[in-house]
């Protein structure tokens, strides 16, 4: 088990920026890759970002490329989710996970609880 706590969500200011954490509970942390997925009211699950375990390699959206950047501090057990450029379109309920790789939701083993976006125009 990979308890997963999402945090930093909250309402901004189109063009505002914010900054998602997730922190992980247990000792594997490190071993894991991570991701980021949202679900918009009325929409599936998405791929948001992505990161190996080692840092390594990222992957991201198409949507979110250039505005969004994801990192991890394994010492700390902690991914994050820098936002920047924000548009309303971002507006979701945001999730972390572990276990997978890439865009495929059933592809991640373990999953947070949420952590809601609202960005204003």
């Known amino acids: 088990q990979v308890p997963l706590v999402e945090s930093g969500g909250g309402l901004v200011q189109a063009g505002g920026s914010l900054r998602l954490s997730c922190a992980a509970s247990?000792?594997?942390?490190?071993?894991?890759?991570m991701g980021w997925f949202r679900r918009a009211p009325g929409k599936e699950r998405e791929f948001v970002a992505a990161i190996t375990w080692s840092s390594s390699t990222t992957d991201y959206a198409d949507s979110v490329k250039g505005r969004f950047t994801i990192s991890r501090d394994n010492a700390r057990n902690t991914v994050y989710l820098e936002m920047n450029s924000l548009k309303p379109e971002d507006t979701a309920v945001y999730y972390c996970?572990?276990?997978?790789?890439?865009?495929?939701?059933?592809?991640?083993?373990?999953w947070g609880q949420g952590t809601q976006v609202t960005v204003s125009s």
């Open positions: 996970a572990a276990g997978g790789w890439g865009s495929v939701v059933s592809e991640y083993d373990y």
């Open positions: 247990g000792r594997t942390f490190s071993m894991y890759n």
